[in-house]
């Protein structure tokens, strides 16, 4: 926007010096305070003898005013220049004009490929404000990367594994309904997963509350059977796959239609469960060079030395963990997408969790272990799965929505002329959370 006027002032200014252009251009910038002017030039940069401060002085006190940049005035060793605002208001009209919605867009990525993991919800549960943020910001990085020319792909990291899709498929066979399912499937199982949560909850207080001899005689928990049904899941029982894949199929509909509504798009819908080899392969290479250590059955990466604790990465039962899926997807991604960048979208409580991450991806050696970020973001407080109190984005888009279309309706005549108001307040409602999120 300002590369015109400064090559205005690098042309005058190397007049009046005999500085070169070249070397005065990049000595030019914007303003810190615009109330002492709109382009700064640091003299120092020109290396020209003598005191910058007085030659700043000179410089400014020579300056002729013209049409582009219309005065100059010296403070300590830089030069603070206005410009004619006119030209400039002109100049980003008819840029704007000229390369519509992508006015601003540049080449800087260009060549460069980066992946942006963000929202990355767990299927079967109902997408919460607690995912918004991830979505809101992850989106932002994403179209920011692509306006600047990278090669951008948006990545939608599924938590669609783990022992929770045992305790889920055992709530569906003790609460769940076919009926139900059909009619509102994301709703249904939310409620199938807090009502078998609550009861794996009462179940352990009571085994807690008896003595040692009948707490050994109770025999296989809610939570016990939840951990064998998700190691049956890994071994490949087609049976225990086949509810999963319904869950998963039926979640991720869902969520398409609240990605469309808030304007959100994603090139891939990954998951934990589409890691493939990169586990067992994880695995190997850390056994390979030394970093894995068995404790109890289970195997670890001892991290206390960079102050990160000891991280599980496979359970003593031989089931795998966030770790372990984690650095597989890592090593996938890389040899699929050949990324430049990658960055993960997540809120502050998963901060431990990257750290150990990265700092496992470093000690393996992997040649691109520089080039994982993580982006975060403070926590959506008071809100829990398990014990029913999430606050759905759903309804709050629905509530919003009809709050603006009261406010719309207040005024009939204007209200008259409105296109299609309803979906004029969906998109107020809608913006409405997006900016109290961010504020």
């Given amino acids: 926007?300002?590369?015109?006027?400064?090559?205005?002032?690098?042309?005058?200014?190397?007049?009046?010096?005999?500085?070169?252009?070249?070397?005065?251009?990049?000595?030019?910038?914007?303003?810190?305070?615009?109330?002492?002017?709109?382009?700064?030039?640091?003299?120092?940069?020109l290396r020209m003898k003598g005191n910058p401060a007085q030659i700043a002085k000179t410089l400014a006190e020579q300056w002729k005013a013209d049409d582009m940049v219309t005065g100059a005035e010296a403070a300590g060793p830089y030069i603070n220049f206005r410009i004619n605002r006119t030209v400039l208001t002109r100049s980003v009209l008819q840029a704007v004009h000229a390369t519509g919605s992508k006015y601003?867009?540049?080449n800087e990525g260009a060549g460069k490929r980066v992946i942006v993991e963000f929202s990355s919800p767990n299927i079967a549960k109902p997408f919460h404000a607690g995912h918004l943020r991830s979505t809101i910001i992850g989106n932002f990085i994403y179209k920011l990367?692509?306006?600047?020319?990278?090669?951008?792909?948006?990545?939608?990291?599924?938590?669609?594994?783990?022992?929770?899709?045992?305790?889920?498929a055992l709530g569906f066979e003790r609460f769940g309904s076919e009926e139900e399912l059909v009619a509102d499937p994301i709703k249904h199982l939310f409620d199938v997963y807090v009502k078998v949560s609550a009861a794996a909850t009462e179940e352990a207080e009571r085994?807690?509350?008896?003595?040692?001899?009948?707490?050994?005689?109770?025999?296989?928990?809610?939570?016990?059977?939840?951990?064998?049904?998700?190691?049956?899941?890994?071994?490949?029982?087609?049976?225990?796959?086949?509810?999963?894949?319904?869950?998963?199929?039926?979640?991720?509909?869902?969520?398409?239609?609240?990605?469309?509504?808030?304007?959100?798009?994603?090139?891939?819908?990954?998951?934990?469960?589409?890691?493939?080899?990169?586990?067992?392969?994880?695995?190997?290479?850390?056994t390979d060079t030394g970093l894995?250590?068995?404790?109890?059955?289970?195997?670890?990466?001892?991290?206390?030395?960079?102050?990160?604790?000891?991280?599980?990465?496979?359970?003593?039962?031989?089931?795998?963990?966030?770790?372990?899926?984690?650095?597989?997807?890592?090593?996938?991604?890389?040899?699929?997408?050949?990324?430049?960048?990658?960055?993960?979208?997540?809120?502050?409580?998963?901060?431990?969790?990257?750290?150990?991450?990265?700092?496992?991806?470093?000690?393996?050696?992997?040649?691109?272990?520089?080039?994982?970020?993580?982006?975060n973001y403070g926590l959506v407080n008071g809100m829990s799965t398990r014990r029913g109190t999430v606050v759905f984005l759903d309804d709050m888009l629905h509530e919003s929505k009809e709050k603006m279309h009261d406010v719309m309706r207040a005024n009939e005549a204007k209200y008259n002329d409105v296109v299609n108001p309803e979906h004029i307040a969906d998109v107020l409602g809608m913006s409405a959370i997006v900016i109290q999120d961010m504020a």
């Fill in 1 to 45: 926007m300002y590369d015109t006027f400064k090559t205005a002032i690098a042309t005058q200014v190397s007049a009046l010096s005999g500085v070169s252009a070249e070397i005065v251009e990049p000595a030019v910038g914007v303003s810190n305070n615009t109330a002492n002017g709109d382009l700064t030039l640091t003299v120092p940069r």
């Fill in 104 to 106: 601003g867009w540049t």
């Fill in 145 to 168: 990367h692509k306006a600047h020319g990278w090669d951008a792909i948006s990545m939608n990291y599924l938590g669609d594994w783990g022992k929770q899709y045992g305790l889920l």
């Fill in 207 to 286: 085994i807690k509350a008896m003595d040692a001899e009948a707490a050994a005689a109770v025999g296989p928990t809610i939570q016990d059977q939840a951990r064998a049904y998700f190691k049956s899941m890994e071994d490949g029982d087609e049976s225990a796959l086949a509810l999963w894949q319904r869950f998963r199929t039926l979640s991720i509909e869902k969520y398409k239609q609240i990605y469309a509504r808030l304007g959100v798009h994603f090139d891939v819908y990954s998951g934990e469960s589409q890691v493939g080899e990169g586990m067992s392969r994880a695995i190997q290479m850390l």
């Fill in 292 to 375: 894995l250590i068995e404790d109890k059955g289970a195997k670890l990466v001892d991290l206390t030395e960079h102050k990160l604790d000891k991280a599980l990465v496979q359970k003593s039962d031989g089931t795998t963990l966030y770790l372990t899926r984690d650095i597989g997807a890592a090593i996938e991604r890389y040899e699929k997408y050949n990324f430049d960048k990658i960055i993960y979208v997540v809120s502050s409580q998963q901060d431990h969790h990257l750290k150990q991450l990265f700092k496992t991806v470093e000690l393996l050696g992997l040649p691109y272990a520089d080039r994982f970020e993580h982006i």
